[in-house]
């Protein structure tokens, strides 16, 4: 287990079934691999002092024999059921030392949001066809407002209440 790993991208969200009763914790992050055959996994490490604090084993199982020299990155997750409330932080372990640290989570429902730099990229991007596209809204809403008000207005002014006529014809 000598050496360094490389990591990166490790998010930790810990959230409650509806009722805050049952919840579940996900760790996700990526190792990079570098030997053709190689896996990873992360699995629980025995607790430490802290028990608001989750400790991970990063495992990498290294195959016998020839191997090709490739580097990628392995997305690796971990799930494990909690209180929903149960953690503040998780530290992964690799050869006995923490080499990574990642606040956990809470959000309030399983859909959260979250937000990641692409995205807010291609938001920006669209943000002058968005503008364009409101002008040209609001322009027609604008030539739309007072046709339709004239036409009221001259639908009320052509029905008019009738009149009771009275009868020219009396009765001798």
Do not use: C
């Amino acid at each position: 287990m000598a050496g360094s790993v490389a990591t990166r991208d490790w998010e930790a969200l810990e959230m409650a079934d509806m009722i805050g009763q049952h919840g579940q914790i996900t760790v996700t992050g990526e190792v990079e691999l570098t030997d053709t055959g190689t896996t990873a996994e992360l699995k629980e490490h025995a607790p430490g002092i802290n028990p608001k604090i989750l400790l991970l084993d990063l495992v990498i199982h290294r195959p016998g024999g020839i191997q090709g020299h490739i580097a990628w990155f392995e997305t690796l997750t971990f799930k494990k059921k909690s209180s929903g409330n149960a953690y503040d932080e998780v530290e992964i372990l690799y050869g006995g030392a923490v080499i990574q640290r990642v606040r956990v989570e809470h959000p309030l429902t399983f859909a959260a949001p979250r937000a990641t730099p692409p995205a807010r990229k291609a938001a920006v991007e669209k943000k002058p066809a968005q503008i364009a596209a409101a002008k040209k809204k609001t322009a027609k809403k604008a030539a739309k407002k007072p046709a339709t008000k004239t036409a009221k207005r001259s639908a009320k002014k052509s029905v008019k209440k009738p009149t009771k006529k009275k009868s020219t014809n009396k009765k001798k």
